[in-house]
Structure formats: structure tokens, C-alpha cells
């Protein structure tokens, strides 16, 4: 018997059909992984299990081999079932343990919230999970990964028993992915059952037991992880064969388009973050900044584009000085950005497609004359971008919102490229997206740098960044403490070790 099992299920948003006829069997005890590309339905299905979405007429969902209707998440709670959602949905001026029992607080004899028997419930599941959790600290001041914890803290406070984790990794970093490892098999070995969306199959290959892929809203097929490879998986996925490697020539770097030297700045505690930052980028080549989240990558991107005070130093774009200039102004300069946060500082997730394509750009021609907007132009431009960028479903009058994680990077990756700068910053670009979507993304930036522009790729994953730039540089502690050329980058054979080592800080330039 099924610990949940789903027939048919369907799902229609207007005239769009984002589940179609979708079936699932996930065993109690193991992890089941769903793969599907972005916009495929993954994210609607899991909420239709937690009860946020009703279903179409037609399908069938059994718990435990007994057919029931999941009316709301109060009720899937009751069935035992827990989610930690995409975009994590904690109160953030809350504390840890506030956001824990939040709706389900525990009263003493006056009716009081006993906070006491609530923190000694909680620190109880955190040491049994090995959470190492802080009940007192807020939300705001703690880190991603911490935060997913305490969703799944939080989902372990309520008894859950089946969690669905959506794409609980593609926030984390290296670091933080093998401690989430280490709780999910935790999780499984007391008896939990997960279900775990992930657009990276060496994950899947690394802790699921089975893999539904589902492919434009409709099942395709369940397998046996350890009986398939990762390149099966991607073109199971896609339904052709992707190329996993990524398509370059060597680069051609020219002129010095991107000047930065002895850049100082501090975080937002005040203590210095980037210090006596040197880097200089060429038009055409790729250059890419390794370095273990945290060692000044964030606050170095808000300087570089006029969001974080510098200190001292100096910024120049085509030899233009950009200290000083405004956020607004840098852009014009042709410095632009893919941000790390599209839900914060990507997207106004409440205007339409269209609108967040021009969200710097509107009051310029062709998309504005005389203070009219010119909506013919500005649809033009949008539906172009849709499909050159395949973000689905081709709808530009929708809100950023109603689109799928996925969805909404490509919107915020097709405008920056589309603009076409002289440098484009590239903070994690490919954060969330499914592997056809990256191979795509990576051509694109490919062909920025073949068309004498230059990137800056900002990246955790080391992979993408070895893969993808013609230049490394290492950054630790808010400086450059290694350069590598695209000779060492291509001939030697422990790449991944050697720059792992100067990330460290235990490398010798
Ligand atoms: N509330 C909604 N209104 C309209 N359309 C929606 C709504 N929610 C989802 N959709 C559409 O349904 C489709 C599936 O979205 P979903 O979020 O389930 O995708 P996903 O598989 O999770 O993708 P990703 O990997 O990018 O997160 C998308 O095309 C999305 O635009
Ligand atoms: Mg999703």
C-alpha cells in the first residue's frame, strides 16, 4: 500500500491546464523525487497534496489507501502531511520559535501561550535532527539555511510525516546542501516520507530512492533511481537528448571594459566586507569570482551598482568613474545586474510580464513618447523576449507572481541580456532553473561575451563557474587571492580541488 497515492489529477488556472491527468505513488519511508522542467506543473502539484489548490473533477488522491479530499493545509496537517514551500513563508521580525508555533500555540491553565513548554518541545526536535538551532534569534538576522530549517522544524512540530520539500537546495549553499543531506536522511531514517522537487540530478541520483518526471503537466514515468543515470533523467525530463556540457570557443578578450581597484566596503554590521578589492574584466571573456558564500560576493555586487556606500577606491566602466554615480545612472553606464534575490530585488512581482521587462527602461523610446506609454511597442518587445527565452506559459499580460520559479528568473536573465550591456554582472543566473533552461542561459551568455561584452559570473556552484568562464578569480575574505588564465583552467587535471583549495583560503597563488 501507498503512503499517498495520486490518479489523474488535473489542474486548470483559466484556459490553462498546469496539471493534466498527473499520477503518483510514493511509499511510505522513502524519498521520491519529482523532476520536470520550469512551468512544468511541479509546485501546483505539491500544493494540490498540501491543500492550498483544489483539484479538477476527476482524480483521486488516497492516504494511506483511503481516498480523501484535501480541503485546506489545516487538514493536510492533520493527515500528517508538511511542506516547506519554493519562497520560504516565514514572519520575519519573528523569532525562531514564534514562527514554529505560530497558529498552533501551545496554553497553559489562563489560556496564556506557554512559550516555556514550547521552547522545550522545540529545542527537543532540533537536538534529535541535530538542528543546532537558536530559538530566540529572528528571522531576519539568520541565514537561508538556517531559515530552511526551521520550515522543516517547523513541519516536524505539527507531526508531520510527510514532507514535500520544493527545491529546498537551489537557495543553499555547497556548504549548507551537505548538511541538508545529512537531515534528510535523518528524516528517512526515523520512518519519514519526502517528497523532494529538484532541478539538479546529481541530487537525485545522491538521496532519492524513486523519480517522477513530469513533463508540460503530464506524467510521463516512475523510476528506480539507482537504475538510471543523470543523462537519462535529463532527456526522460526534456523529451530530447541534452547536452550537458557547455558549447565554447576559446574567448577573444579586447579592450579593459571593467576597472575595479582597491574597492573597500563594509556589510550591514558595519566591520569591512570587500577590502582592497582588485579585478579588471576584458570585453569578451567571461570572468568568473569562485569563493564560499560569505566572503563578500553579496556586498560587493551592491557596490559595484551604487545599492552599498563604498568606501574607498575606484569603479570604472569604459574608464567612466562610477563612485558616486546612482544606481540609475550606473545602468545607463551600461553596468548591469542578474541579482541574487528575484523575489526582492529582481522583480515587482505584482505588475504584469510586460512590466518587469521594462521595469529601468519604460520612459525611454521606443516603449514611451512624450510620457504615453506605447503599448504596441512595449508587447512587441515582450512577446519577443517570451520566446526567445521560452518563459512559458506565453502570457505577458500575467503577473511575475502566477509564474513558476523558474519562469520568473528567465523574465529577470531575458531582460538584463536584452539590454545589452557593456558588462553584465551575473549573481548566481542560473539559481532555480532546470537543465535545458541553464544550457540555454549559458549559450546566451556565451554569445553576450562572443559579441564583445563581458560577464561577471558570481557563482556558489563551482561547477557552473569552471565550466563557464574563460578566467577564475578567488575571492576570500572581500579579496582576490587567486587568479587563474583559461590555460591553467583547461589543462589542469584537479581544477575543482586546486581553486577548492584557494576558496579555503589554503592556496598558494
Ligand atoms: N495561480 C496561478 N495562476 C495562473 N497560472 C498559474 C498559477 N500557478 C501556476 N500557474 C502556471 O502553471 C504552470 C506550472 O507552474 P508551477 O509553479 O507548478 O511550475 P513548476 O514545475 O513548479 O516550475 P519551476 O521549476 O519553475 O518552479 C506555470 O506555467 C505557471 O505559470
Ligand atoms: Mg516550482
Do not use: W
Amino acid at each position: 500500500m501507498f503512503r499517498l497515492e495520486l490518479k489523474n489529477i488535473s489542474k486548470t488556472f483559466g484556459h490553462f491546464k498546469a496539471n493534466d491527468g498527473i499520477n503518483l505513488s510514493v511509499s511510505s519511508g522513502e524519498v521520491h523525487a519529482i523532476l520536470g522542467e520550469n512551468g512544468a506543473g511541479k509546485s501546483t502539484l505539491m500544493k494540490i497534496i498540501f491543500g492550498l489548490y483544489q483539484p479538477d473533477q476527476g482524480g483521486e488522491i488516497l492516504i494511506n489507501g483511503e481516498k480523501t479530499q484535501i480541503q485546506s493545509p489545516r487538514f493536510a496537517i492533520k493527515l500528517g502531511i508538511g511542506m516547506v514551500h519554493q519562497h520560504f513563508m516565514l514572519v520575519r521580525p519573528f523569532t525562531i520559535l514564534q514562527n514554529i508555533i505560530l497558529g498552533v500555540e501551545p496554553r497553559n491553565a489562563l489560556g496564556m501561550i506557554d512559550y516555556k513548554r514550547a521552547r522545550a518541545e522545540v529545542m527537543k526536535l532540533s537536538e534529535e535532527y541535530n538542528f543546532k538551532i537558536d530559538p530566540e534569534l529572528k528571522i531576519e538576522n539568520i541565514s537561508v539555511g538556517m531559515q530552511q530549517r526551521v520550515e522543516i522544524l517547523k513541519t516536524l512540530y505539527r507531526n508531520a510525516e510527510l514532507i514535500i520539500l520544493d527545491e529546498p537546495t537551489a537557495v543553499l549553499t555547497p556548504q549548507e546542501i551537505t548538511d541538508f543531506y545529512r537531515i534528510v536522511r535523518n528524516l528517512k531514517a526515523r520512518g519519514k516520507t519526502i517528497i523532494i522537487i529538484t532541478h539538479k540530478l546529481h541530487e537525485i541520483k545522491e538521496i532519492a530512492d524513486s523519480c517522477t518526471i513530469i513533463r508540460k503537466g503530464r506524467y510521463i514515468e516512475t523510476v528506480n533511481v539507482s537504475e538510471t543515470s543523470e543523462e537519462d533523467l535529463a532527456s526522460k525530463m526534456v523529451g530530447r537528448k541534452v547536452d550537458l556540457k557547455i558549447k565554447k570557443e576559446k574567448a577573444h578578450p579586447g579592450d579593459e571594459v571593467l576597472c575595479i581597484s582597491a574597492l573597500n566596503a563594509n556589510n550591514d554590521k558595519g566591520l569591512p566586507a570587500v577590502r582592497n578589492f582588485d579585478l579588471t574584466i576584458r570585453r569578451g571573456e567571461i570572468l568568473g569570482l569562485a569563493g564560499i558564500d560569505g566572503n563578500g560576493q553579496s556586498e560587493l555586487v551592491e557596490a559595484l551598482v551604487g545599492l552599498r556606500k563604498i568606501k574607498s577606491g575606484s569603479v570604472k566602466i569604459n574608464g567612466r568613474e562610477l563612485v558616486g554615480l546612482t544606481p540609475k545612472q550606473i545602468y545607463e553606464n551600461k553596468l548591469a545586474m542578474i541579482p541574487e534575490d528575484r523575489q526582492r530585488r529582481g522583480l515587482v512581482l505584482d505588475f504584469k510580464v510586460k512590466e518587469n521587462f521594462v521595469l529601468q527602461t519604460i520612459a525611454n523610446a521606443p516603449f514611451s513618447n512624450y510620457g504615453f506609454i506605447i503599448t504596441r511597442e512595449l508587447d512587441k518587445f515582450a512577446n519577443a523576449l517570451m520566446e526567445r527565452f521560452d518563459i512559458r506559459p506565453r502570457n505577458i499580460e500575467l503577473n511575475a507572481r502566477n509564474l513558476s520559479g523558474g519562469n520568473q528568473q528567465k523574465i529577470i536573465l531575458a531582460r538584463e541580456i536584452a539590454n545589452n550591456p557593456d558588462v553584465l554582472i551575473a549573481f548566481q543566473p542560473t539559481r532555480g532553473l532546470d537543465v535545458g533552461a541553464i544550457e540555454y542561459i549559458h549559450q546566451e551568455l556565451v554569445k553576450l561575451r562572443d559579441a564583445g561584452k563581458a560577464v561577471l559570473l558570481i557563482s556558489y556552484e563551482l561547477d557552473e563557474i569552471i565550466n563557464l568562464s574563460d578566467r577564475i578569480a578567488v575571492i576570500v575574505e572581500g579579496s582576490v587571492t587567486a587568479n587563474l588564465d583559461d590555460q591553467t583552467i583547461s589543462n589542469e587535471k584537479n581544477i575543482k580541488e586546486h581553486i577548492g583549495l584557494y576558496m579555503a583560503g589554503r592556496g598558494h597563488a
